[in-house]
Each structure stands twice: as C-alpha cells, then as structure tokens.
C-alpha cells in the first residue's frame, strides 16, 4: 500500500500533485483572462474604426494583463504558487507556461471579439440602398447618383479594366443635396477616383443627379506612353553622375578591347539619349532604335551628361500624365460641321494643325503644318488637328455637340446669313457654346436701350 504521504510528491520530487493542480488552474484562469481582454479590445477596435484590429495588438494586450497581474503577486507575496520560492526551476514553467497559453487564448479572443462586433454591428446598420433610403432620404437631405449599366470609354485614354467596369455598373452613390451642379460634379468624379481607382471621368449630370453621359479612362503607366515613335528604352551597365536624374541629355562611350580584359583601347562614342532612370551601376536611357541595336547587353558603358534642361516635348508629355487634360486628333470631313468654323470657337486648344489636300490656306501659307496655330485660322475639309482638352470639352468637339448649339444659336437670325469675315461672325458665330451669340444679344439690348437718350443728347 503507497503512503499517502508519498502521493503527495512527483517522481522527481519537484512538485506536489496539490501545487501541480493549483499551477493548473492559474494556466486556465490566465488563459481566459487574456482572451477576454483580446475579445473586449477587438470588439472596441471594430466599434470605433470599422475595422479588423492588428493580430499583434490584441495579443499583447491580452499578455500585458497577465504580466501585471504575476508581477503584482509577485510584489505582495513570496511565491505564485503554492509554496515554491520565486527563484526555483518549478516558478520558471509555470511563468513560462501561463505566457504561453495566454498568448494563444488572446488571439482565439481576438477573432472572438471582431466576430461579435462585427455581426452586432450588421444588424443594428443599414445593411441596403433601401434602408439606407428610408433612414435619410425621408429628411430630404441626399441625392442618389445612378451609374448606367453600360460605360463607355474616353476617347484619347486608355481603357479601364472590364472588372472595375462591372463594379461600377448600376452603382448608387449619395450626395449631399445642398451641392450644385459643378459641385455634385466634382464631388462624383472624386470619389469615383479615390473608391475605384479610376484615373478619368467625363459625366454630365442633370439637376436632379441623373447621369446623361458616363465614360472613364486610366492614367497611362511606364516608361512605354513617354517614348517618341522611332525610340526605346535601354537598361545599361554604366557609370552615370551622381546628380544625373531623369531628363538629361547622355552620350554613351565605350572603349574598344574592354570587354577581352585587356584594358586598352580607343574610347569611342556608340550613342546619344535621354536618361530616364537610375538604380546603383544600372542606368535606363531612350535612344534611337537603330541605335539601341549597336549595344552589346555584356559590355559596360559610360555615360556623359551634356549641358542643357530636358526638352520642351518631354516636359509637356510628364505633365499630361498627371492632369486630367490629353491630346487627341480630329479628322475634318467633307460635310463635316467643323469645316468653315474658326479655331476660337473650339472649347479646347488646337496645339497642331495639319492642313489637307482641300485647304486653300496650306498653298497660300506654303506650310502644311501649323504649330499652334491663330485662333482666326478656319478649319477645312481634310484637315487634322491635333486638340488638347479634357474629356468633357474633347467629347463635345468629337461628337459635334459644339456646332449643333452654335446651329441653335443662328435658328433667331432668320435666313440672314453673317458676312465671312465680319466681326460678328468672329464673336457670336464662332462660340459653340452659345456665349458669343448671347453677349451679341446682349449688347442688341442695350443699344436699344440708348436709343431714346439720343434726342435729349443733341
């Protein structure tokens, strides 16, 4: 028969069977302290910010309430477990024993805690369009923006992906109901930018928010959209100046018998470019294409920076990427509106003008291409000018939307068709808009109002 007395120890003799139960149920009771604590700082966390709380945040919350608490018993009493001293081998697992199974309950605390919130707080929010409709709309305080099913893309951009076209298909967004117009706009297009991702938007709206026109397009990414027809863009082993940055003209050198080891050899001149990027040894440069085929991708290279700022042509094509503004072409037909119509009646900026084979003005200047060219300029049948706009006022010069308001515009004057050259037609018949025509009528008005002073004046 075992003494009872000997029941009491363990086989080393360490720890009795009574302390080993006690560190037992401390281990459990830190567990489920730690995971309370975790569960109550993620459902607070998901309260206040909506979303998940970090893995390693709840956890060492939930650890940092167990330290305390060992730490504070450790202060008022001379063993945390039965009669063990603080300094022997069995305080040792136990501590270490009780971190460990505190860690692990705070993170089941932690997924414990966001899955409460989270369902708490789906039931007690609007959960639809419809809910949402009756908790605000009842004020009169929001308008509903209804995106079409079927969005186009903008002419002159690159496309946006079909999935992120399917996303925004049919969606319902709501805005204060004190915006205007422009504001409702701009608001509309911000936020389609910053939720989605898309680069452009071109949208007309109506008072009361219905969309008349949707279209989108994506910012152009990489160096590919930068480089002029003809060129490409080289990765090369070379030296390039410490203050090199992108845009600076390069030569490139090389000296015959590097690449054998032996060191000699005359230095000779391979290429000239454009640096576009730096990273350590390796530089990036846009050059010819035919130059690019003189390159031997084993051999290292120089790089000489020339005097000079980055062209003009680069500068423009860094800036377009990152306004909304871009530069399409357009095609004046035969029995194109456009044809006769000046180019200060256009809504956007003609940077280039290419005359065509029907063009009087091409053989009396002797220049077939015009370079920003006078706003008196008139456009005519198989000219192509190249416009820069934004989307909105490109669409209205692609689509003739601006000479079908300027026909409407003329509809008052009766069959009196405006001298070619007179002013007149320069002010009113030129705007597209409509503008001219109505400070024509305008000033009409008021000489009709000095009519009748005039006696009194002589």
Do not use: C
């Not at 991702?197 to 990489?222: C, E, K, N, Q, W």
């Not at 956007?348 to 370079?371: F, N």
Request: hydrophobic share 40%; proline share 5%.
């Amino acid at each position: 028969m075992v003494d009872p007395a000997l029941a009491q120890v363990t086989l080393d003799g360490i720890v009795s069977t009574e302390t080993l139960l006690e560190a037992l149920v401390g281990i459990l009771g830190f567990a489920l302290l730690a995971a309370g604590t975790a569960a109550g700082a993620a459902f607070t966390y998901r309260w206040y910010s909506g979303t998940e709380i970090p893995e390693g945040v709840a956890v060492l919350a939930g650890v940092t309430i167990v330290a305390l608490w060992l730490n504070t018993q450790t202060a008022l009493q001379e063993a945390i477990i039965g009669d063990t001293g603080l300094t022997e081998p069995g305080t040792a697992v136990y501590t270490v024993a009780a971190f460990v199974a505190s860690a692990v309950a705070a993170d089941g605390g932690r997924r414990l805690g966001n899955y409460l919130a989270r369902d708490v707080f789906a039931v007690a929010s609007p959960r639809s369009i419809a809910e949402v409709g009756q908790l605000v709309r009842s004020a009169g305080r929001v308008v509903a923006v209804e995106l079409p099913d079927q969005i186009g893309d903008i002419d002159g951009y690159d496309p946006v992906d079909d999935a992120v076209k399917e996303e925004l298909a049919g969606q319902t967004l709501l805005f204060p109901r004190r915006l205007a117009g422009d504001e409702l706009r701009e608001r509309l297009v911000a936020r389609l930018e910053r939720d989605f991702g898309v680069g452009h938007v071109d949208v007309d709206l109506a008072a009361d928010g219905t969309v008349d026109y949707f279209a989108v397009g994506s910012r152009p990414a990489g160096i590919g959209p930068t480089l002029a027809p003809g060129t490409v863009a080289v990765a090369l082993e070379a030296d390039p100046a410490a203050d090199a940055s992108p845009g600076d003209a390069v030569q490139i050198w090389t000296r015959d018998g590097e690449g054998d080891g032996s060191g000699g050899g005359t230095a000779r001149r391979v290429a000239g470019g454009e640096l576009r990027g730096t990273a350590a040894d390796v530089a990036t440069v846009a050059l010819d294409a035919e130059d690019a085929r003189d390159l031997d991708p084993e051999r290292e290279y120089r790089l000489v920076t020339l005097p000079g700022s980055p062209d003009a042509e680069r500068d423009l094509v860094s800036l377009l990427r990152t306004v909304d503004e871009t530069v399409t072409t357009v095609t004046v037909g035969s029995d194109d509106p456009l044809a006769g119509l000046p180019i200060d009646a256009l809504p956007v900026l003609v940077v280039a003008l290419e005359r065509g084979g029907e063009s009087g003005a091409a053989s009396d200047d002797g220049d077939d291409s015009l370079a920003l060219p006078a706003g008196d300029v008139r456009l005519a049948a198989g000219d192509v000018a190249y416009v820069l706009g934004r989307p909105d006022a490109l669409r209205r010069v692609t689509e003739r939307i601006l000479d079908r308001g300027r026909e409407r515009n003329r509809a008052p004057d009766g069959d009196r068709a405006p001298a070619p050259d007179s002013e007149s037609d320069g002010a009113g018949d030129r705007d597209g808009d409509g503008r001219a025509d109505k400070y024509s009528s305008a000033d009409r008005d008021r000489n009709r109002d000095r009519e009748p002073e005039q006696p009194r004046e002589r």
